[in-house]
């Protein structure tokens, strides 16, 4: 079994390469660490070094990535810290098919759990959303896996003290020009000092809640799908309309939704008013209708289904 960790340099995935190294044991398995460079610091050549370094210092192959982020943010408009993300994992899953890896493991924590649910709540989210990031999902043909999610920061400096292992600190981690640092730095402390203490605990458990809610979601959308979705092909999906006549919007959204995440159609393109629009286009029962919708994708209603094709 081998397995690949992403490393940054910084406190949390060193912390998740020494820990992950400590317990390796012989056998057949290999362990690889994988650092992107996104060359968007005059220093982060330093960070490339440091990982290099103590990859080799502890004897765990280090594959290294080197990408301009900042050209292709401006080329794409989704800014620094979505395109350094996209590009990110693209790095892992291309890694991870290259080297065989079964797993790919990422150092998010519950410090980092709690921030993406509270940054989903201010820019609007539903409850999936309100979930947080998944624990383990497919990346390509590997898992991905986040095993600090149940994990402090402050828990992963004291073992890296404890171990005298330095890290490099990311100057960019303060820049208020990026969202999630203005809520660590700015919003998060201000929530603990003047309104709950126990923020960040309360929205992980928010986010366990809203992770058990939508599985029974999940569920049943799956059971509608086997029941009225037909997929015709990579590009092209026929629903029966009949059978969501009566069912609740909110079921409805979320089972065109998994039908988008099976394509692998761009989600991100459909704001929230794009899907009340197509789920009270499948639940009106209009003999006929056709919308176009973000990311190329059409839709029609004749004699009863909803065409979708992109």
Known sequence: MTVLVAVSGGCDSVALLRAVAALKTGGAGCLYAAHLNHRLRPDANDDER???????????PCQVGSIAVGPLAEQSGEGIEATARHMRYRFLEQTAGRLGARFV????????????????????????????MARVRSLGHATLIRPLLGVHRSELQAY????????????SNLDPRYTRNRIRLQLMPRLQKQFNSGVVEALL???????????????????????CVTIKGPGAVQIELKMLVDQPPYLVRELLSAVWRRQNWPLQSMGSLKWDELGELATA???TARRDLPGGVSVEIVDGQMRLAR
């Open 50 to 60: 440091f990982v290099v370094d103590l990859c080799e210092r502890i004897g765990v």
């Open 105 to 132: 493991v990422t150092a998010h924590t519950a410090d980092d759990q709690a921030e993406t649910i509270l940054h989903r709540v201010i820019r609007g989210t539903g409850i999936r959303g309100l979930s947080g």
């Open 160 to 171: 890296l003290d404890a171990l005298a292992q330095p890290y490099c600190h990311d100057r």
């Open 205 to 227: 458990r928010l986010g366990t809640l809203a992770g058990q809610s939508q599985s029974v979601v999940d569920e049943m959308v799956e059971q509608w799908f086997d029941r």
């Open 285 to 287: 029962a209009a003999p």
